[in-house]
């Protein structure tokens, strides 16, 4: 019998019309172009029968819930074209972002309260496929020094019972995802925290989602019931004189964030905080090479207003 391989995979994913009803994403519209996929068929919770019998032994465990989750990176730059979405951006919206798109000029991606997009993820393994509903996550940007800038999502999914199905053709889709510029001096401009424009090696965003699974009489659901973003970053430590960080993070002190990468103004991103919403926490002393940097951990407040602690936009400027 022939072994299945594990080079042979294909995710696919397309948002639901209605939650938890398969829309049937196909290779060709709804294939993503994925690395580093990594897949759990099948979660579950169980019960002890806790049975009194007349020897030792394990208890029979009675399954009450199962799911399934998949994780997978996405190389991070914008469609190619101003204000078109990238091929990716159904999965920010079950990721509770909203989506703002500006014709010819912008799409923009940022928190929501509540409501979110839900996707059927489909997930080829050599001819096994395995189906996700209602699924929703969460997600993280990696950005550093010559390397690939990526974005990682983490779906869980309502479990339906695997089939066997021959893989698709998804050639004609992956044409919609465009080459990504590695993070270099000519690819990405200096990031600007708190006022201070400097070198960086590395950069981390994660979106905080909550994802929970519900699974009552009369109720079966994936929901995101609260966030909280955070991240880190490496810079070149400056002198006290030019930028105290330190003081900064003493005080609590919030301000603003710009991350950018992209040479090319259709394929370029922003990762920033536009009002004060960016908190700097336990900077400290690391090494580059023999130079000082500062690393830090990052935490993104929302305003009064909320959802609006920070935002990925795909523009020119």
Known sequence: MPALLTENVITLAKVEATYGVDPTPTGAAD???????????????????????PNSGSDQELVVDHWAMIEFSIELAGSGTLGTAPKFGHLLRACRCQEVIVATTSVTYSPLRSSTASLTVYFYMDGNLHKLQGARGTFTIEVSSQNIPYIKFKFT??????????????LTNWAGFQIPDPVTFDNTPTPTLHGYTGVYKAFS????????????????????????????????????????????????????????????????????????????????????????????????????????????RFAAA
């Open 205 to 312: 965003f994660d979106a905080g989602n909550n994802v929970q699974v519900f699974n009552n009489p009369g109720e079966r659901e994936i929901r995101i019931t609260s966030h909280a973003a955070k991240g880190s970053i490496s810079m070149l430590a400056p002198p006290l004189g030019t930028k105290d960080f330190f003081t900064i993070a003493r005080n609590a002190t919030l301000g603003t964030m710009k991350i950018q990468h992209g040479p090319t103004t259709t394929t370029r991103w922003f990762l920033e905080c536009a009002a004060n919403t960016c908190q700097i926490l336990n900077p400290k002393y690391g090494d580059d090479q023999g130079r000082a940097m500062i690393e830090a951990n990052l935490g993104f407040v929302p305003t009064v207003a909320g959802n609006d602690e920070w935002q990925l």
């Open 31 to 53: 294939a993503m172009v994925t690395s580093e996929v990594k897949f759990m068929p099948l979660e579950m919770k169980t019960v002890s029968r806790k049975l009194d019998k």
């Open 157 to 170: 999914g309502i479990w339906t019972t695997p089939i066997a199905s021959a893989n698709p053709t998804v």
